[in-house]
Nanobody, 123 residues
Framework: QVQLVESGGGLVEPGGSLRLSCAAS????????MGWYRQAPGKQRELVAT???????NYANSVKGRFTISRDNAKNTVYLQMNSLKPEDTAVYYC?????????????????WGPGTQVTVSS
């Protein structure tokens, strides 16, 4: 099995920065697409940014120019650098990844989510 764990969330003032990390553990052969999503109170979960295995990125319009997604395949980790944070960025941020892993007998590809990390932007 595979586990994803986010870290780096917290309370920051408007205009500040945070860097989220998502580390994966398990018998991982390969990561495919990875991404960050967020869910604010009373709202649906929404895409923030994604990155493919070859490094191509995609961002929600609301975060373009402020957030940067990156990945370190050697460390099985994906990052989200968030700059110029706004109160409307307040949400629980979730890591998502398509992972090929070894079950003990065969390789399998599945989609995984982390438990989430809270980001609060407030003065």
């Amino acid at each position: 099995q595979v586990q994803l764990v986010e870290s780096g969330g917290g309370l920051v003032e408007p205009g500040g920065s945070l860097r989220l990390s998502c580390a994966a553990s398990g018998s991982i052969l390969r990561f495919h697409a990875m991404g960050w999503y967020r869910q604010a109170p009373g709202k649906q979960r929404e895409l923030v940014a994604t990155i493919t295995s070859d490094g191509s990125t995609n961002y929600a319009n609301s975060v373009k120019g402020r957030f940067t997604i990156s990945r370190d395949n050697a460390k099985n980790t994906v990052y989200l650098q968030m700059n110029s944070l706004k109160p409307e960025d307040t949400a629980v941020y979730y890591c998502n990844a398509d992972v090929t892993y070894y079950t003990g007998s065969v390789y399998k590809t599945s989609d995984y989510w982390g438990p989430g990390t809270q980001v609060t932007v407030s003065s």
